[in-house]
């Protein structure tokens, strides 16, 4: 069961839709199945390439480049800490070796409960709010060890509940492009001419 | 007021013009109410009153240097495309990942419909087909902000078919990435939105315009740089140009982190405000923290060779700090007192360019992981003398000929000027080498007293009697 389900596969199509090529949704639909699954599974990856027209190894390929996609189960969340350089300057190397002992893993390990997975992280887009750390993608600034042990125990605690989705749902808002307003997307090789408004200046020229 | 808590880092002190963040001080300033009460899609209303070329003839006036980091004007990008070949796309670059960067997740944040507004500009100008927003995978507040923006403009009727009535119409669709800094390059990030590994292209051809997306033309502009757009639009070129200097006209946005007492975001003008005013201004920084001295700082995101204090009076200008051995790449400043063991500071970074190396190129998978080993093991103190040297060597063959760096009167150095040669597909392994480059040209002592002195024993294999 762990290929797309009906819902997903409903969200799936209109998410291929968009693209003048459905190969370009694959990392869209890595993460769709992800929110579903909490992590990237073999049957999930051969349902997007039937979805897309690729193979499954090609889809597999593209998936291990990134950072975000796991092919194993990881906790309800994933404690992501900033480890490069003005979170380093300002403490990280504490940070995360707080983390370790409070959770009882090293960088990689998931905690006894199955509930927090400790990775390092690299620049996060936060360097003045340094250091940053990330639960499920969701921030924290300018952390103290202090602070890091609250929010530990609230994460686990599930009172963060409603700011953070558990692992696999990034964004909680999707786009929808209703049909009436949208323009469509159109293969490549369909289009020959300038769009309507480029024309209509050559036109007038 | 000054700072903002839903803005985070944003600070707007002083009396500085505000092209991209004037809405930061409302805090419901991403909603299309709020965008619409404070002039927002005007600045469309007044490119669609006027014919495309017009438009592209306004945004080639003002120059608007690309924010991304290599600071190409986007007029003149634009004007790249092959004339005739349709369709061509755009692609916009919300992949934020340079270390020390924090912008153009404030701008998605903060003031989606901004971005919105720009990206149809520039589609309505160029003759683009579709438009794609990438979006950083790990921004999952970005994304929730751009593709609620995206679907009340849609209702709205300012994205889609017959904008306004006219007979412009265009998709935007939000894409997300899943966490890759090299997808920041434009070749990359083009490879991605196909749904490949984010591996840069061979280049020639250089340039996406040419070649892109499914092989069309296709222009990628960083999110800061569209966002200029709407204002200029509803200010004219020559009001933008009024902004900083013939060479580098506007406002940046700057992130200064680190050692610094207010480390912040600030939209500066372009091009007059010098590294001493982001430093220690009272607008800005206000110095370093516990008032300690200035050693070191990375002037333009983790890729860019550091200055020292020397080099503080240098004004915010692309081509002045090129000539003095650095770049401004994405108007990041990172900042080391000196409290800072720099070799572990320059092993922050060559650890981040080692494990994102794609891993296409020879000189980059292996040279980066390679200076990150030879650098821990000296950082760790098992490193040797020869190991420093290693590592210039190492970086040679990344980077062959004269790396630049800046000028130290304590050292007797002259400046080598930007920018490098490199045997590379892009500048990600030369990003690995820039940080220990630098820090190993101008504190070499500091590499040297952590390498252990390893005395012989003075006896013989032969006194031992091993035969």
């Known amino acids: 069961m762990s290929r797309l389900n009906e819902a997903n596969v409903i969200v799936a199509k209109e998410i291929i839709g968009r693209y003048p090529k459905a190969r370009s949704a694959t990392i869209p639909l890595l993460h769709l199945s992800q929110q579903q699954n909490g992590y990237v599974t073999n049957e999930a990856m051969a349902h997007i390439a039937e979805l897309v027209g690729a193979t499954s190894a090609e889809i597999l390929g593209t998936a291990t480049f990134y950072e975000m996609f796991k092919f194993e189960p990881v906790g309800k969340y994933l ?99 209703p049909a009436d307003k949208g323009v469509g997307a159109v293969p490549p090789t369909d289009v020959t001419e300038a769009p309507a408004w480029i024309a209509a200046q050559e036109a007038t020229k | ?133 990438y979006i950083r995978g790990e921004m999952a507040l970005a994304q929730e902000r751009v593709a609620t923006a995206l679907n009340d403009a849609y209702a709205a009727g300012y994205i889609g078919k017959r904008i306004l009535g006219t007979d412009f119409s265009i998709d935007i669709v939000l894409h997300w990435g899943a966490g890759a800094y090299v997808v920041g390059e434009e070749t990359a990030l083009i490879e991605s ?161 080692a494990h994102e190396s794609c891993g296409q190129c020879t000189p980059c998978r292996e040279g980066g992981t390679w200076l990150e080993r030879v650098l821990s093991r000296v950082v760790d103190g098992h490193g040797t003398h020869a190991d420093l040297d290693q590592m210039f060597e190492i970086g040679e063959s990344i980077c062959p000929g004269t790396f630049p760096h800046a000028a130290s009167t304590e050292l007797g150095l002259t400046a080598a000027p930007f920018p490098y040669k490199m045997t590379t597909i892009c500048f990600v392994g030369p990003s690995a080498y820039a940080p220990v480059h630098s820090a190993l040209t101008l504190f070499r002592s500091e590499f040297e007293a952590k390498i252990v002195e390893r005395k012989r024993i003075p006896v013989s294999i032969e006194a031992v009697g091993a035969h």
């Open chain 1, 79 to 177: 404690l992501n800490i900033c480890g490069t350089m003005s979170c380093a300057l300002l403490g990280a190397e504490e940070l995360i070796h707080h983390a370790e002992q409070k959770l009882g893993v090293k960088v990689g390990g998931t905690s006894a409960d199955g509930k927090v997975t400790l990775e390092r992280a690299e620049c996060q887009a936060a360097c003045t709010e340094a250091p940053c750390l990330q639960a499920n993608y969701r921030f924290r600034y300018r952390m103290t060890t202090d602070q890091l042990d609250t929010f530990i125990d609230d994460l686990v605690a599930g009172r963060l509940d409603g700011e953070i989705p558990p692992h696999g749902t990034v964004a909680r808002v999707r786009q929808h492009i």
């Open chain 2, 1 to 133: 007021m000054s700072s903002y808590p839903w803005a985070p880092g944003y600070i707007d002190d002083g009396d500085r013009p505000q092209v991209v963040t004037s809405r930061f001080q409302y805090e419901d300033s991403y909603t299309l109410e709020r965008y619409l009460a404070t002039g927002g899609y005007d600045g469309l209303k007044a490119t669609l009153a006027r014919t495309p070329s017009a438009v592209h003839e306004e945004v080639r006036a003002a120059t608007v240097l690309g924010r991304g980091g290599a600071g190409f004007p986007a007029g003149t990008k634009w004007g790249l495309t092959p004339q005739g070949v349709w369709p061509r796309y755009l692609v916009v670059n919300g992949d934020e990942s340079e270390p020390g960067t924090y912008k153009d997740r404030l701008l998605m944040e903060r003031d989606p419909h901004q971005l919105i507004e720009g990206c149809l500009i520039a589609a309505y100008a160029a003759g683009l087909s579709q438009v794609f927003l």
């Open chain 2, 193 to 353: 939105l196909e749904g490949k590994r984010g591996e840069p292209r061979l280049k020639p051809p250089f340039f996406p315009a040419a070649v892109g997306l499914y092989g069309r033309p296709t222009i990628v502009n960083n999110v800061e740089t569209l966002s200029n757009l709407p204002w200029l639009l509803l200010n004219g070129a020559a009001a933008y140009t009024a902004i900083g200097t013939a060479t580098s006209p506007g406002t940046r946005m700057v992130a200064v982190s680190g050692h610094v007492k207010r480390p912040g975001v600030y939209e500066i003008i372009n091009g007059t405000t010098t590294f001493r005013d982001l430093l220690y201004g009272d607008e800005f920084s206000q110095g370093i923290r516990d008032d300690n001295q200035l050693k070191a700082f990375v002037p333009g995101g983790g890729s860019a060779p550091w200055f020292t204090p020397e080099q503080l009076d240098l004004p915010f200008e692309g081509k002045l700090v090129g000539a003095a051995g650095s770049m401004l790449g994405s108007g990041a400043i990172m900042v080391m007192d000196d409290t800072t063991d720099i070799p572990a500071a320059a092993l922050t970074l060559t650890r981040f360019y």
